[in-house]
């Protein structure tokens, strides 16, 4: 970007006719314009302009090199001013991992933002591990939890309620669980991300674990084992709540056991400018998920 500059002050010097023209043209004191012209002409190793009281010359060789450098300052204008005008338009393409188990929860909110932005190209990828977007080679990853790594930047999008779930028929065929003790009669599926239930026990505020019967990369497949009768699920409310209102699921509520919200979190690398094509996703998964 030096040497830039300083062809640009040397372009401004020939069209302006001096060094005060030059200067006011670009805004710079006349002294940091001649120590740019100067600086280029040591790089290059030839002397660009004649220099005297009355008047500055370009040289035979400089007027060579104002040619070139012209287009080059031009064509570096026009590619700034490109850049930032993609920039400021939501169209380009944008490079997305999600986690497999909250595919079924974000499906339609991505459907819904690109029939919103048709000229963003979003490329999707679901995985069973959690993703890095600067090793993995994406624009910004999701992400059950916060990712451990100080590399990247991170806000969080949503907290997700959850809640405990069964069949009716699940439901029926097993005792009421009154206590703690009577948890280990129960059948529990579970995330394979997390193949033993956290939950908080609230008269203490401790965790606990819950040891799991069957497990699966997606919540869309905890679902199916539970409308299956296989047991009892611990599924994002807002994913459920379909199921539960046309009663094929009911609300499971164990005593003193309250289940951990799922927090999501859009992680992405550090840069100089974010892109309104990711900010707009940003925007639009804070304003749907919650």
């Known amino acids: 970007m030096d040497r830039l500059t300083a062809m640009e002050s040397f372009q401004a010097v020939v069209d302006a006719g001096s060094f005060s023209g030059a200067a006011l043209r670009l805004h710079l004191s006349k002294a940091v314009v001649s120590k740019r012209v100067s600086s280029l002409e040591r790089h290059l190793g030839v002397q660009l302009l004649n220099r005297n009281t009355r008047q500055v010359c370009v040289t035979s060789q400089g007027a060579a090199f104002y040619n070139y450098c012209s ?20 169209e380009g393409e944008l490079k997305l991992a999600i ?33 890095n977007p600067i090793a993995d080679g994406y624009d910004m990853a999701l992400c059950v939890g916060r990712l451990d790594d100080c590399n990247l930047v991170a806000r969080r999008l949503a907290s997700l309620e959850r809640c405990f779930c069964a069949s009716p028929a699940y439901a029926k065929g097993k005792n009421a669980v009154i206590g ?3 948890l280990k009669f129960q059948r529990f ?13 609230s ?37 459920i709540q379909p199921y539960l209102d046309s009663g094929q699921l009911v609300e499971q509520h164990l005593p003193t056991l309250e289940p951990l919200p799922i927090e999501i979190f859009a992680v992405w690398p550090p840069n100089l400018g974010m892109p ?11 304003d749907n998920l919650g």
């Open 71 to 90: 287009n080059i300052v031009r064509d570096f204008n026009q590619a700034s001013e490109t850049l930032r005008q993609g920039q400021d338009k939501p």
């Open 99 to 131: 986690p497999l188990c909250v595919a079924k929860l974000l499906q339609p909110i991505l459907m819904d933002f690109i029939n919103h932005y048709p000229d963003i190209h979003l490329k999707l990828h679901q995985a069973s591990r959690q993703l």
């Open 180 to 182: 703690f003790e009577q």
């Open 189 to 201: 599926l579970a995330l394979r991300q997390e193949p033993k239930w956290e939950v908080m026990q």
């Open 203 to 239: 008269h203490d505020n401790s965790a606990q674990e819950l040891p799991t019967v069957f497990t699966a990369d997606s919540y869309e497949m905890l679902m199916g084992a539970a409308l299956d009768g296989q047991g009892i699920a611990l599924m994002p409310r807002s994913l």
């Open 276 to 286: 309104v094509r990711q900010r707009l996703l940003i925007e639009h998964l804070v």
